[in-house]
């Protein structure tokens, strides 16, 4: 009767979701708010100090969701390493002050040496910040933009399948 009890108790203990299903689940709420995020920003931006959308919004709403989706791949890994919201809030604002130092928002990345030019690279950030200021301020097309585009689908073919194995790992 023990036994029987604690199968029963076994049975309701698993999970009725595969762990793709938990990260879809998890990852759409964040994909949703992200990108209403980005929209509201962007008509503040346009509308409340005048910033011209010289380019195309379609393909700017189109690379804005491919690098939210960059972007949720590296916030997911970092959502595993951390054992509690307060290590995670931390480890974001670190993550986030690199990202930052790399994106040439602050200073120029070609007035910084060699090797963190190279590193940033590596950041997606820096990538995205390029294709924004491509498409607002000087109407650059795909045509213009495939050398920033391409850097970020590498990216996001890097960072997005071991994200997901590592999480997945973490589910099982």
């Known amino acids: 009767s023990r ?67 960059v972007e949720l791949s590296k916030g997911l890994v970092l959502s595993v390493l951390s054992k509690n919201q307060h290590q995670a809030f931390l480890l974001v604002m670190v993550v986030g002050m690199v990202d930052f130092m790399f994106t040439g928002y602050a200073a120029p990345v070609e007035s910084m040496p060699k090797p963190i ?23 650059s097309g795909l045509n213009v933009l495939w050398p920033q585009v391409l850097a970020l689908v590498i990216l996001g073919a890097i960072i997005t399948p071991p994200s997901l194995r590592f999480v997945r790992k973490a589910l099982n």
């Open 117 to 139: 030019q190279f590193l940033a690279n590596f950041i997606p950030a820096h990538h995205w910040l390029n294709i924004l200021r491509g498409i607002l301020l000087k109407g």
């Open 3 to 69: 036994e029987k009890e604690l199968g029963t108790l076994e049975q309701l203990l698993v999970m009725p979701f595969t762990s793709l299903e938990i990260i879809i689940g998890k990852s759409i709420p964040v994909i949703i708010v992200g990108f209403f995020d980005f929209i509201l920003m962007l008509g503040m931006v346009h509308f409340a100090f005048g910033v011209p959308v010289r380019g195309s919004l379609i393909l700017l709403l189109i690379l804005a969701f491919g690098y939210l989706l």
